[in-house]
């Protein structure tokens, strides 16, 4: 069904050029190329010294055992650090709790991220009032958010928790996994939208036009046109705030500080890292949720084909 | 991408100004020695250092570096400086829990000679032995701090001597339709530990053996669990026991139409219900920290004063620390910070500030106006507990906090085999962190 309209919207995307093999590349040009590699080697030897060399670094420490109180003890222990992590019920309450509240949180910001980004899309009046306004929780800083938050749901200054009659909400694991939602959602469902928006422009208006001609009602417009043209942006989206989700710490850091079962795998890496001056333990959970990232980058890119950051799918602009 | 080269190079050389500035700035304050001391917010410690600075007369300067509010981001902070070898550290202040570790991990300098006699004179034996590691002292006390039982004389005239005794009597009170409410530190946290450390403590138990080694959680700590338990589940707490740290549970006594009638916390609440409920703070009144049977062990806190071990001015380090503890010291911030003093004689010297001048509450105040609950607090510091002293204090408080939480879900006999078994785990430093 999404043939149809794969087909057409090749007038957004530059005709790809005709001649797969390798050009040849004239004398002038080829210098030109190389004073251009030239000139980007510092910057990319920057950025791999300052995100390979930690990297590579955090999986050397975690391959020891190297407890800052106990400095006379540092040895090599191979992959005792992640059998420590992974058989230990600790780690996978919280990597169940991370998983949780990212996919519940990225598909309620799904859908109201595209909805407002409709909203967004379709203002005749004051849009750009409507933009900023809707911007506004992805301009404030978590931390000050998550507290706005904090107080609103204590019992002494809640006038959240008045409203609803609520019981000092955030002393229970439920309440307080859905108030961790609820602030993630608000902070970051205008990124969502602001992402989803640049997909809707994407969709050219002759084609709801022609598709409304045809008889398509408002919601099959949706499903059938806009969401099949959108489907590289959502993709998009959806990564980018899947591996942000999966890292979160701010809100459940003012929150509930992990309390009552409500730590991520972040917040658990800090507690063992900076807390517990643990670099073993600390840099093998570090690395596991980069794998862990990684995995779900992977699965988006590979399997629903998402492109990657700075790839165009459609050929060459 | 407007601003013309011009303007380009009038940034930059503004920019150059300001770095070189900055830097000249820098030079021009360390031109003696400079001793930084790291240490918690106290209000008025800045004119303790401006005493010693005085005194030292030119010899060094000692410059107040004011670290978090809360005791994990000082720790953090230190910690993180001290693991990256920072030379700028001078004098640490430690929370009496922090000693051992440090010491093990090689950060602190040992105290000998003079310095050691003059840091271990007239300071209480409880504060001294967290002072102390593998016999060796690495700090000198600088305050001790102590929880007592505060209530409402008008609600209860006679408080309760147990916990039970308060139990029961919360229960009767509620039942009354008085204020009834037992607030305690029951969130996830450090004084969670403290109060269960008390408990078990007053129960005649034990957590750790005294050479902080292996675990013992013997029948004292298991009637401590079952306590906890029972002033969590009896419905006479605050509803938001579990979020309550040190400043909801003031808060919570202090609050209009507040429905508490005992709070267990450190002496700060008396000056500060002075100001944040002064109708209630005329009937504010304190007695020794419930016990289980018997009188209680009331678990201590405090800061000690340490010389980093990276410092590259010592001797200098150890006379400031020393003066920053010194009586005079001491008797200051306790009447002006309402800081408990971990030298006996402070307790007992009755001149007030100004010496020469008369005492008057206000306006020269003296030990006996500004902390009228002295008795008691030497009371319970003649017979203290201690935390478990242990390079590992850190693990073992957080693994401590997570299974008595929530405390009113505590099962005696399976919470004290898990907390056995975590505790075990954290000692070998094996495991992770919840």
Known sequence: MSQTVDSEPSEVVAAPSPKKGKPVLSEGKRAERRLGLLLCAPAAIVMVAVTAWPIIYSVWLSLQRYDLRFPDQREFVFLDNYIAVLSDGYWWTAFGITALLTVVSVVIELVLGMLLALVMHRTIVGRGLVRTVSLIPYGIVTVVAAFSWFYAWNTDTGYLSDLLGADAPLTQQIPSLLIIILAEVWKTTPFMALLLMAGLALVPEDLLKAASMDGASAWQRFTKVIIPVMKPAILVALLFRTLDAFRIFDNIFVLTKGANDTSSVSMQTYNNLIRGLNLGIGSTMSVLIFIAVAIIAFIFIKLFGASAPGNDPGGKR | ?434
């Open chain 2, 1 to 434: 991408m407007r601003s013309s080269p011009t303007g380009r190079r009038l940034l930059a050389a503004a920019g150059a100004t300001l770095v070189a500035a900055s830097t000249v700035a820098a030079c021009g304050s360390s031109s003696g020695t400079q001793i930084n001391v790291y240490y918690a917010p106290e209000q008025n410690f800045q004119s303790v250092i401006d005493e010693c600075n005085k005194e030292a007369n030119g010899a060094y300067e000692i410059v107040y570096r004011k670290l978090p509010r809360d005791a994990d981001g000082q720790r953090e902070q230190m910690v993180r400086r001290l693991a990256a070898g920072d030379t700028d550290l001078d004098v640490l202040g430690l929370d009496v829990t922090w000693v051992p570790e440090f010491a093990e991990a090689k950060w602190l300098e040992e105290w000998t000679g003079e310095n050691k006699t003059a840091a271990e004179q007239d300071v209480l034996d409880g504060p001294l032995q967290t002072a102390k590691w593998n016999d060796k002292l690495y700090a000198a006390t600088k305050n001790t701090n102590i929880q007592l039982l505060w209530y409402d004389e008008t609600v209860t005239p006679k408080p309760p001597t147990t916990w039970r005794e308060m139990i029961d009597m919360a229960k009767k009170l509620k039942g009354e339709g008085k204020p009834y409410q037992i607030l305690f530190t029951g969130a996830q946290y450090e004084g969670l530990v403290v109060t269960y450390n008390t408990m078990v403590a007053s129960a005649g138990g034990k957590i750790l053996s005294d050479d902080g080694k292996s675990v013992v959680m013997d029948e004292g700590a298991v009637e401590a669990l079952k306590v906890l338990k029972e002033v969590a589940s009896a419905g006479v707490t605050d509803p938001s026991l579990t979020n309550a740290q040190e400043q909801q549970v003031q808060q919570g006594f202090e609050k209009p139409g507040s429905e508490a009638a005992f709070e267990l916390n450190w002496p700060y609440v008396y000056a500060s219900i002075q100001t944040g409920n002064p109708d209630r703070a005329k009937h504010f009144k304190w007695t020794r920290y419930p016990g289980i049977d018997g009188p209680s062990k009331v678990t201590i806190g405090g800061y000690n004063m340490a010389v980093s071990s990276m410092s590259t001015h010592k001797p200098e380090a150890f006379e400031a620390a020393l003066c920053l503890r010194s009586a005079k010291s001491q008797k200051f911030s306790a009447i002006k910070d309402g800081v408990p003093p971990t030298l006996a004689s402070v307790y007992d010297d009755e001149d007030p500030l100004d010496p020469n001048k008369p005492a008057d509450a206000t306006n020269n105040p003296s030990m006996t106006t500004a902390y009228p609950m002295k008795e008691t607090i030497q009371e319970e510091l003649a017979d203290p507990a201690i935390r478990p002293l242990t390079v590992v204090y850190q693990n073992l408080s957080t693994i401590t906090a997570k299974v008595l939480s929530p405390p009113a879900d505590i099962d005696p006999q399976s919470t004290a085999d898990d907390l056995r078994d975590g505790l075990q785990k954290a000692l070998e430093s094996k495991g992770i962190l919840p």
